[in-house]
């Protein structure tokens, strides 16, 4: 199973993101939410690294939250396409926003590095898109936490 997992960096951020923001970590951390949780069929997943300002217009448009936040999720919930997909292709899963500069503070916050804070909020933003949400009360915030922190340990960045 290939799971198509497309990172792009937001306008003016190449070369400006602080050592240890590698899209290629979005990556993996993706991929492996989606092998513990996605079932069999390859998934597609767009992910946005971008700036507060950026998320933060995001984030008071789409959620009505006039506020930056670390992490975005866009379920592919919409009615069906006209366009005829590929029976054999990925299904489209979704897009998650993530804000670089939140994965800096709050990697000062929390004492760990930053790369694993990107990881973790790129774990986070996928198990969203699987329909998991945090916000339903304390069973599922914390069975989406043992999700994060599995797929943290399966690329090597355990507590």
């Excluded at 290629?24 to 069929?41: K, Y």
């Excluded at 919930?77 to 054999?88: I, L, R, Y």
């Excluded at 898109?129 to 090597?156: N, Q």
């Amino acid at each position: 199973m290939d799971h198509i997992i497309e990172v792009t960096l937001a306008e003016g951020l190449e070369g400006r993101l602080p050592e240890g923001l590698d899209p290629a970590l979005v990556e993996r951390a993706i991929a492996a939410v989606l092998r513990a949780e996605g079932g069999a069929a390859p998934l597609e997943v767009g992910v946005l690294i971008t700036d507060d300002a950026h998320i933060h217009a995001m984030n008071r448009d789409y959620r009505g939250v006039d506020a930056p936040t670390d992490v975005l999720s866009f379920a592919d919930d919409g009615p069906e396409s006209g366009f005829v997909a590929q029976a054999e292709g990925p299904r489209y899963l979704g897009d998650i926003a993530i804000s670089y500069e939140r994965v800096v503070a709050q990697a000062a916050e929390y004492g760990h590095a930053p790369a694993r804070e990107l990881a973790y909020l790129s774990a986070h933003g996928a198990l969203h898109l699987l329909g998991h949400d945090h916000e339903r009360g304390p069973d599922e915030a914390a069975a989406m936490r043992a999700h994060e922190e599995a797929a943290m340990a399966a690329i090597g960045l355990p507590r």
